[in-house]
């Protein structure tokens, strides 16, 4: 059952991975059903909204019980495509690219990594994260051989667009940018960009503002 | 002037970020004014909500002829808190630690890493992006010698409560935690948790619901 959901705000979507969050830490605490007032102080939004945003999913609550946790679980699972086991690359070998390939929680969503990329041919053979490290000459066969759903750009900005416009060339999904460059390609192609500085800057606001608790 | 600024709802101080990105990146590009119209499209935000963000601060734009953009730039780096120079240590000397620590957009935004620290002892005297490597145990001596703003919790969660609990007891004003397990600690201190995984939960939902574009 593939329903188009076009109309779904970017809001509500960048919340679903909260509530899967939470819903999964519940269940592993051993709670099978949760109120959307308990819900709703978890995420910090109102009870209101809880239903909102749920209903554009088709709702899954019941009046008077709440939420079953392990069902609504699953269907979040399911609605954010968890259950797909996409296939990822990752593109730079640095730091960052090492970091993340060994990020547990990607593996842990489903996620299966399937191999790391790099323009310096010394790391050529070496594995990070249980995975080969690739010449980046090798991406194009690579992509053939593969099916890579989505590729994640572990490189500085500066080549970013040809390696983003390759990628979308042969045929990749949806791209997590870490190069702290926007992208603009392709609009068939989803892209994340990520900016991790937002986040301090968020906590720099609220030290100024002395607004601590969000 | 240090308003305090109680009220601001956590999505309108998640988007000053963003606006002060976007308007960076235009005085770059040699910009000297925009209109709510077109901030709106870069944000993906309506125009109106734009206009009410800025309210919360006190407007800043002018009838017809939109905003200026260097005062607003300054105006919401005000905000933030960037002019006040906050100090940062980074906790957890790892690929993730380095990589943080050569973030070049942190400097950029004003913040000033002075040291980082590791329970490895092999580590201590060697240099991470640019600053020294110290022994979590010397993470005393150095608050107590340095004004230590935030503390970037570079470690997994593993006896991460126990490492913020004693930032906290040291003074410290905000922790941007990386464990991927979310802090309880003492109100006072204002915490940034930062789930990666979220990210790629969103793109996720966008390749499966075919929804692409944000």
Redesign the interface.
Known sequence: M?K???D?P??V??R???Y??YLGEMLGQGMTRVSSKHLSEKM?VTASQIRQDLNFFGGFGQQGYGYNIEYLYHEIGE????H?G?TTIIIGA???G???A??S??KK?G?RLLGVFDKNEMLEGSTVGGVQVYHMSKLDKFMRDNEV??A?LAIPKYGIKEVADKLVSLGI????NFS?SDLDID????V?N?????????????????????
Chains 1, 2 share one sequence.
């Not at 609605?79 to 968890?82: A, E, N």
């Not at 999904?173 to 997590?176: D, F």
Request: hydrophobic share 35%; proline share 4%.
């Open positions: 593939e188009e959901r076009k779904v970017i809001v979507i960048k679903l991975p909260r899967y969050r910090g609605i954010l495509g968890l797909k996409y640095g730091n960052l090492h970091a993340l060994n990020h929680n990607f969503r996620f759903d989505i994640i999904k949806g791209l997590w702290y609009p068939s192609v989803a994340e990520v900016h991790l500085s937002d986040g301090l800057m968020t906590l720099s606001y609220r030290i100024t503002q002395n607004q601590t608790q969000p």
